[in-house]
């Protein structure tokens, strides 16, 4: 049965996971101003980075001087990725412009499904986050929370270790879900959370379908699905179906993750193309399009490539008084295609179709 949202939280984390792939050599200066365009598109809460060790995250080196010097906008919650006590401590000491900090009671756990994934990426074994979680929930339950969410990392499968099955997915889910119930604490948050690609549109009905049924208490899901293999815009639609209200995506599908084995290649869901989906199936965003366009236009300025979101590119679905004049010549390349934005002389000069005798016989 679907549940169609009225509204959905969509966070924008082109500056975190979009920059953190990108060259280091990028000055702050141009940072600043994807920050700054970003807080114009209507979103409600934006990761300025990660504080993360620079030698790993060499992008990420300039973190601290981007914290000192951005101009919060007015309505905007500005956070920041951390992975550590150290790195807590850092974001922490900018608060309240930025706040990392764990608000009123909401707790969490998150474990990889594939064993090779979190040795990569975070430098523990399955097992290791899995005896992690006692502590966390211990935490929990002497702060007094009622309700909890996990986290299941890379749950369709592994450029490692092959695809994982439906199994996989509910016994990881069922072990997590067990230990936080045994507390006495009840969990009402699933994440999905994958970096290789993996997802497909019926596995993600089929899993969160079966996470209803199974804990229909479970009333919430966050979707954090990368797109090498193009088909995560497919998957977010069958979330949406099934009633999922947060979603991560990044400007022109901008990000990926060096852990993972493709680069760049691993990136997120445009931000554009699914505020433009969303838009069009009657979902409130709070985002404007065409705001968000032109912040697209400037971080490919400032990466200095194309990036890969289509919304971006061909424009919104044109309606009055906004629709394309008949007698547009040609349009063939990509800056040409942005007349939707910078108006018909990206178009100028080029040849036409349209001959005035034909105008005439239609008259």
Not at 257 to 276: I, K, L, M, S
Not at 300 to 317: D, I
Request: aromatic share 8%; hydrophobic share 40%.
């Amino acid at each position: 049965m679907s549940t169609l949202p009225k509204s959905v939280t969509i966070i924008d984390d082109t500056m975190r996971e979009g920059l953190q792939i990108e060259s280091a050599s990028i000055p702050v200066e141009a940072k600043l101003r994807l920050l700054d365009a970003l807080g114009e598109t209507g979103t409600k809460i934006i990761s300025i980075g990660s504080f993360a060790h620079p030698k790993w995250t060499p992008s990420m080196a300039c973190i601290d001087e981007i914290a000192e010097r951005f101009v919060p906008k007015p309505g905007v919650t500005y956070t920041a990725a951390v992975f550590n006590k150290r790195g807590f401590d850092r974001a922490d000491a900018y608060y309240p412009k930025i706040d990392v900090r764990r608000r009123g009671q909401h707790f969490g756990t998150h474990v990889e499904l594939c064993d090779s994934f979190a040795r990569r990426n975070y430098n523990r074994t399955q097992a290791q986050q899995i005896a992690a979680m006692d502590a966390t929930i211990a935490a929990a339950k002497a702060a007094g929370a009622q309700k909890a969410s996990v986290g299941i990392g890379n749950p369709f499968g592994s450029n490692f270790e092959g695809p994982f099955t439906h199994q996989q997915r509910m016994d990881l889910l069922a072990l997590m879900i067990g230990k936080w119930e045994e507390a006495g604490i009840q969990v009402t948050r699933v994440s999905f959370l994958e970096a290789m690609g993996w997802n497909l549109p019926h596995l993600v009905r089929e899993t969160m379908l079966a996470i209803k049924e199974r804990w229909p208490g479970i009333t919430d899901f966050h979707m954090h699905l990368h797109n090498q293999r193009g088909a995560t815009l497919t998957s977010y639609y069958e979330a949406l179906m099934l009633g999922a209200r947060e979603f991560d995506t990044s400007l022109g599908g901008m990000g990926g993750c060096p852990y993972c084995g493709n680069g760049r290649a691993a990136g997120h869901v445009p931000t554009e193309d699914f505020v433009d989906l969303c838009h069009e199936m009657g979902i409130e965003t709070g985002y404007n399009l065409d705001k968000l366009i032109e912040a697209v236009a400037i971080a490919e300025e400032v990466v200095g490539h194309p990036l890969w979101g289509h919304v971006s590119k061909s424009g919104p679905r044109p309606r009055a008084p906004k629709l394309y004049p008949i007698d547009m010549p040609f349009v063939e390349t990509l800056a040409e295609a942005a007349h939707f934005r910078t108006g018909p002389s990206a178009y100028a000069g080029q040849m036409s179709p349209w001959r005035e005798d034909d105008a005439l016989l239609r008259s």
